[in-house]
T-cell receptor, first 116, second 116 residues
């Protein structure tokens, strides 16, 4: 298995533009997570899905952020409009389903977003 | 409020010594506590998990302890090597029905540097 695949690896965009980050989880994993990492705040959970359904989006900072999981093999995180303070590394992770004895998260390589 | 704290942002030690990293938490009831390693430009990678009813877990040169009374986990790397240099993150797998609730909450991490 290729692991969790994220695209793009790097994104530079101007303030006000729409940004879409993409994630392909590991096949068979039922849970998918979006995290954001900055030096100041560390690794923050934004939202997670179980069986394609959003379970907890309390970490999504504002209405400018939205996430979808149209099927078991694909998810997007969209920021519209983007702002300089959104600059961070965004990670997608997938894991075995909740209710399993325990979960082990597999992370993608991340997308480094820079908003200028 | 709920917090996860790792004792220091950075730890510098000499090759061959034992590195000890600390993770403290408040107002959480974790089913499991996990440790991840993160190298620059990459996503975190799972290392070890310890359950709430376990005191200690070992894997090769790694040892993790878990004290639910103190709400603390210690992560040890014995006979440390320069290749162990990385950022180490603790994560709480919050208790839910049937075991895991299905999300991971991370500390900010401790950057370990092992000097030859």
């Amino acid at each position: 298995d290729a692991g969790v695949i994220q695209s793009p690896r790097h994104e530079v965009t101007e303030m006000g533009q729409e940004v879409t980050l993409r994630c392909k989880p590991i096949s068979g994993h039922n849970s998918l997570f979006w995290y954001r990492q900055t030096m100041m705040r560390g690794l923050e959970l934004l939202i997670y899905f179980n069986n394609n359904v959003p379970i907890d989006d309390s970490g999504m900072p504002e209405d400018r952020f939205s996430a979808k999981m149209p099927n078991a093999s694909f998810s997007t995180l969209k920021i519209q409009p983007s702002e300089p303070r959104d600059s961070a590394v965004y990670f997608c992770a997938s894991s075995s389903p909740p209710g399993a004895i325990w979960m082990k998260a597999f992370f993608g390589q991340g997308t480094r977003l820079t908003v200028v | 409020s709920q917090k996860i704290e790792q004792n220091s942002e950075a730890l510098n030690i000499q090759e061959g010594k034992t590195a000890t990293l600390t993770c403290n938490y408040t107002n959480y009831s974790p089913a499991y506590l996990q440790w991840y390693r993160q190298d620059p430009g990459r996503g975190p990678v799972f290392l070890l998990l310890i359950r709430e009813n376990e005191k200690e877990k070992r894997k090769e040169r790694l040892k993790v302890t878990f004290d639910t009374t103190l709400k603390q986990s210690l992560f040890h790397i014995t006979a440390s090597q320069p290749a162990d240099s990385a950022t180490y993150l603790c994560a709480l797998d919050i208790k839910g029905y049937g075991g895991s609730q299905g999300n991971l909450i991370f500390g900010k991490g401790t950057k370990l540097s092992v000097k030859p």
